[in-house]
């Protein structure tokens, strides 16, 4: 079995900044996997963030987050980080982390972010 867990969400001002972070436990090669954010925002579908390769050296990101967000791995640590700058009110959401394994992908529980103008 998996778990994945985030942490860090909060509160925080427009211009301010959030690191999130997710910890892979169970039966995973977290250096094996891509790992990827996703975000729900109230009264909105689940939508893509980032993610990045399983050496850390590529990753992608939405336009909505593209210059302002960094998402970064730790393989040592089985852990992937999101660095969420210049954050705006549109950024508020539930954040999740997420890996796709052939048994279907796995999610973490979610870390709520909220920024007020």
């Known amino acids: 079995q998996v778990q994945l867990v985030e942490s860090g969400g909060g509160l925080a001002q427009a211009g301010g900044s959030l690191r999130l972070s997710c910890t892979a436990s169970?039966?995973?090669?977290?250096?094996?996997?891509?790992m990827y954010w996703y975000r729900q925002r109230p009264g909105k579908e689940l939508e893509f963030v980032a993610n990045?390769?399983?050496?850390?050296?590529?990753?992608e990101y939405a336009d909505s987050v593209k210059g302002r967000f960094t998402i970064s791995r730790n393989n040592a640590e089985s852990a992937v980080y999101l660095q969420m700058n210049s954050l705006k009110p549109e950024d508020t959401a539930v954040y999740f982390c997420n890996f796709n394994r052939r048994e279907g992908p796995v999610w973490g529980r979610g870390t709520q972010v909220t920024v007020f103008s």
């Open positions: 990045i390769t399983r050496g850390g050296t590529v990753t």
């Open positions: 169970g039966l995973i090669i977290f250096s094996h996997e891509i």
